[in-house]
C-alpha cells in the first residue's frame, strides 16, 4: 500500500534482472506518478499485462497505468530517438494516452549518436578488460555530464543556435580522443531541430512538479534502473553502471529530500545472474522475492549466508574487484520443493520446502519478504501477509 504525500522506492538488489517492472506496475495502480531517477536505455523492463508483453528501456514501467503520470527525472540520460521507438513499439501493443501522460525533465541529459560510438571504442580500447556495457552511450553521456559539457533537454528547448555550439564543440572534444569517429554535424541538428519541436510539449521543471504533488497529497512511485551491485559507487567496481542506482540516486536524480521516502521495497530473485561481466549499500523495509518457480525443479538449493576472505567470515561487501575474486561463499544447503508453483496465488499454497526457503531469505536478510514472484503475469506477485 503507498502511503498518501510519500515516496515508495523500488530497487533492483542484485545486479539486474530481478523482475523490478512487473512490481512498479502491481504497485502503480495505487501510484500517481512513477518516476525513474537514473540510467538510461541500457536498462530493459518486460511486462506481462492480460498475456500482452510490453518492453520498456526508458519509460517507467508504470506507464502502463492510465491515471498515472510518469517522469523521467533530471538524473536519467535520454537517447531521444530510441524514446520515440520505445514508445511507438508499445503504442502498437495498446499503450494509450501516454502523450498526456509522460513528463521529461528539463534537467535530463541527451545521449547522441555519437556516445553510442565512442561506448563501443572504448569497449574495443579495453580488450580483454572490457566492462560489457551495453554500448548504448550511457557511460559517455555521463562522463559529459561530469565534465560539464554535456547538453540538457533544457539546452534543446532554448536557443537553437546555442545548443548547435554547444552541440559542435563537444563533437569536437571526442573527435580529438577518437580521430575515427565520425559525426555529421550539420544532418544530426536538423534531426534535433525537429526532436525538439516533438519533445517540447513534454517537458517541463520536474523538481518543483514533485514537491508540489507531494505538498498537495498524491503518490509517487520511484523505480530504480540496473542494480545496487551496480552502483557506480557501491557496485563490483569497476563492473557496474555509470549512475548511483541505490537510494542516494534517487534524492539526487529527481530532488527529493530523504524525508519524502517512506519505504524502500529491494527486489531480488530467488536465484542469483548478474548482467554484464565481472566478478549493499541501501537499508530496505521490506523485499520481494522473484522469480521463485524457476526453481521448481531443482533437487536442493544453496544459499549463500556469509563469505570468508583469507580463511576469516567477514561482515562487509569488499571494495575492490580483486579483494572479491578471493572471497569464499559459505552456504546453507535446502531441500528443493519438486512441484510447480506457477499456479500459486497465495503464500500457504506454496509447498513447505519452497515456504522454508522463503523463511531462510528472511531471517538471513532480517528484512520481510512482502512479495513472491511466481511467474510472468501481474497476477503471479503473491502478496505475503503481514504477521
Known sequence: MLCKGKVTVVLGAQWGDEGKGKVVDMLAADADIVCRCQGGNNAGHTVV???????FHLLPSGIINPRCKSILGNGVVIHIPGLFEELEQNEAKGLKDWKSRLIISDRAHIVFDFHQQVDGMQELEKGSQSLGTTKKGIGPTYSS??????LRIGDLMG???KFSEKFKTLVTTYQRMFPSLHVDVKSELERYKGYAERIRPLVKETVHYLHSALKNGQNVLVEGANAAMLDIDFGTYPYVTSSNCSIGG???GLGLPPSTIDQVIGVIKAYTTRVGDGPFPTEYTCVCLTKLDILDTLPELKVCIGYRYNGKEIDYFPSTASELAKV???????????SKTEGVRSIDQLPLNARKYVQLIEDKLNVRVGWVGVGAGRESVVKVPTL
Open 159 to 161: 536557443d537553437f543556435e
Open 145 to 150: 555530464k561530469a565534465t560539464r559539457n554535456g
Open 250 to 252: 534517487v534524492c539526487t
Open 49 to 55: 499485462v492480460n498475456g500482452g508483453q510490453f518492453f
Open 328 to 338: 569464499e561463499p559459505i552456504y546453507e544447503t535446502l531441500e528443493g520443493w519438486n
